[in-house]
């Protein structure tokens, strides 16, 4: 078993490179490497609220943790702050070492936070992990290159009666596929070009962020958008959180109506909702029916 694991790892960490080298995918792992040198308690805490709240637990003792596409380790770690026995994977190598580098600072050689590389389209690794109390994905199913197989994979390892709580990007027409194409143009660039790339293609919407906090009377507000990390940007710089986006690929998209119809299909039920409102992620929690 242990051998066939580490066939599977050394597949994905070889094809990873493979899409990043021919442009097809963006290096989220090396974007969240910068947030580690800026974590702190409060970004924490911010995270450990988000999981209370939508959750609506005080805690999660005695529960298990299941997080797909940890990324920079952040909420891996909030849960496991709230009491939980916590698995973390991730396709790209870098966010596995950002895991792991969490894992150590907090809570080293623990047993109960496991961190490995995968993937969520190796449904066969999926249901290897055996039932969860709480499966989580936030903004990682729609960057696969394969979003409905991706959110079908999700479910399996939910226990009967456990949580799936999903964060997926809004669909709002035709504005997905312009963005599919910066997305894909901006993977495609030298590495000298993407930083100057990724600032025009945000221009317009940063110069409409200004001009109404100038015409709301808040200046303040978009200067602290620039100068305050957590909340909105996932604990990232607004910087980093712009690149995040601007070469976010692949990418992918749904309607609210189409996420609920694809899981009450499958035996779960809708219990909270956060829309985004925009081009912004859509925060789902369902509970799979069950015993």
Known sequence: METLMEESRTTDEGRHRAEVSSGERFEFGKNWAQFLSLLDESRIEEAVASLREMLGVENLRGRSFLDIGSGSGLFSLAARRLGARVHSFDYDPHSVACTKELRRRFFREDPDWTVESGSALDAGYLRGLGPFDIVYSWGVLHHTGSMWEALENARLPVAPGGRLFIAIYNHTGTQVGRWQKIKKTYNSLP??????????????????????????????????????????????????????????????????????????????RLTKMKMSGGLGCNDYVFVRDGD
């Open 191 to 268: 590495r000298i070009l993407r930083p100057p790339f990724a600032a025009l293609a945000i221009a317009p919407d940063e110069l409409k962020s200004a001009l109404r906090a100038l015409v709301t009377l808040r200046p303040g507000a978009y200067v602290r958008s620039w100068t305050r990390y957590g909340g909105g940007n996932r604990g990232m710089s607004r910087w980093r959180d712009i690149v995040d986006w601007v070469g976010g690929y692949p990418y992918e998209a749904a309607r609210p109506d189409e996420i609920f119809e694809f899981y009450r299909a499958r035996g779960f």
